[in-house]
């Protein structure tokens, strides 16, 4: 019996030509399933190395390869296990705990954390950013304060919500969001969990998402203001 295609196939969302680890994501799943699959990869294929610069005194764990060019700055933290590609920045401050892989070109900002999540090429998370559980596209962008959440808070299975009412299940407990290539999401937003976000699409900043959006979309949250003179 042929197997049925994936709704929602990476190819969709990402360009699997802008990360070296194309190998994680197989033909014929949905996008998310990559997710449980990066503890036994990394456990696979991780050798241990720092090829990159420190200034001051970061920590960095035995578990942990850093490519050429990489710069981890004071007070960053990288627990591991971690696969960190050339030319990233480790800005001052972060966090990165078990599983995480960064593509080249990466930026993982101050007061940053992240935990079993995968970024592709030229991701960039400059500012106060929890990314857990998700996957960031080539030159994906978050914005300051964005919060990619990826438990419920009754604790059980993440579904996604179609436009058109329909839900589907992921199997997964913990998933935060898919973020596609080049997709720009403002401050302050944050993203339930579930959510993927196709190419190019534009968050603009405090909004609050949950659902599957059509590349090249833009969502605005408009609040209402009430603007009264202010006595004297």
């Given amino acids: 019996m042929k197997a049925s295609m994936p709704r929602f196939p990476a190819s969709a969302y990402l360009d699997l030509s ?76 972060a966090y990165i705990r078990e599983n995480v892989i960064v593509g080249d070109g990466a930026v993982l900002g101050n007061s940053c954390e992240f935990k079993n999540a995968l970024l592709f090429d030229g991701a960039q998370v400059p500012h106060y950013t929890y990314v857990g559980d998700s996957v960031l596209g080539h030159k994906a962008h978050l914005g300051a304060g964005v919060i990619l959440s990826n438990f419920k808070l009754a604790g059980d299975e993440v579904v996604l919500r179609l436009a058109n009412g329909e839900t589907v299940r992921t199997g997964l407990r913990k998933f935060g969001a898919i973020v596609g290539d080049r997709a720009e999401v ?42 009264r003179p202010r006595r004297k």
């Fill in 18 to 93: 802008k990360t070296a680890h194309a190998a994680l994501f197989a033909e014929g799943e949905e996008v998310w399933q990559v997710l449980p699959k990066l503890k036994d990869y990394l456990a696979a294929n991780l050798k241990p190395g720092f090829h990159g610069k420190k200034i001051g005194a970061p920590w960095i764990g035995e578990n942990v390869f850093i490519g050429e060019g990489t710069v981890v700055e004071p007070g960053a933290v990288i627990k591991g296990p971690a696969w960190i590609g050339a030319g990233c920045e480790i800005r001052a401050g």
């Fill in 186 to 227: 403002g401050c302050k937003v944050v993203l339930n969990p579930g959510s993927i976000l196709g190419r190019d699409v534009l968050l603009y900043p405090g909004t609050v998402w949950h659902g599957v959006l059509p590349e090249a979309t833009i969502v605005k949250h408009r609040p209402n203001y009430d603007l």
